[in-house]
C-alpha cells in the first residue's frame, strides 16, 4: 500500500512564504512523477506543479515565478516553496504520485495516488 503525506500548510499574510513537503511511503517500485494540485472552495481541482523523474518541471501560469517543486528520491519526497503568495493561492493543496508499485514480490502496479491536502490560506 502506498501512502502521501502533505504537511506545511497553514495561514500567511500576502506576500509570504510557505513549504509544503509530501513523503510518499509503500512498496515503491519507481515514481515516474509527483506533483502539487488545489482546489478552492467551489472550484476544480488544478494542477499547481508537477515534476517527473527526469526533473522536467511543469507550473501553471499563475505561479511561475513564484512557486518552485523539486523532489528528493532517495527520500520519495516532493517539495512546493511557494513564495510572494496571494490570496488567491488560498485552497486545499493536494499531493500527487504517479508511480509503479510492487505490493506483491511477484507483481507490479502503476498507479496514481492522493494525499489527503493540506490547507494553505492566504490572508490580504
Known amino acids: 500500500q502506498v501512502q502521501l503525506v502533505e504537511s506545511g500548510g497553514g495561514l500567511v499574510q500576502a506576500g509570504g512564504s510557505l513549504r509544503l513537503s509530501c513523503a510518499a511511503s509503500g512498496s515503491i517500485f519507481h515514481i515516474n512523477d509527483m506533483g502539487w494540485y488545489r482546489q478552492a472552495p467551489g472550484n476544480e481541482r488544478e494542477l499547481v506543479a508537477s515534476i517527473s523523474s527526469d526533473y522536467s518541471t511543469t507550473y501553471a501560469e499563475s505561479v511561475k515565478g513564484r512557486f518552485t517543486i523539486w523532489i528528493d528520491h532517495d527520500k520519495n519526497t516532493v517539495y512546493l516553496e511557494m513564495n510572494s503568495l496571494k490570496p488567491e493561492d488560498t485552497g486545499v493543496y493536494y499531493c500527487?504520485?504517479?508511480?509503479?508499485?510492487?505490493?506483491?514480490?511477484?507483481?507490479?502496479?502503476?498507479?496514481?495516488?492522493w494525499g489527503q491536502g493540506t490547507q494553505v490560506t492566504v490572508s490580504s
Open positions: 500527487k504520485a504517479n508511480l509503479f508499485s510492487a505490493p506483491l514480490e511477484s507483481g507490479i502496479l502503476e498507479d496514481d495516488y
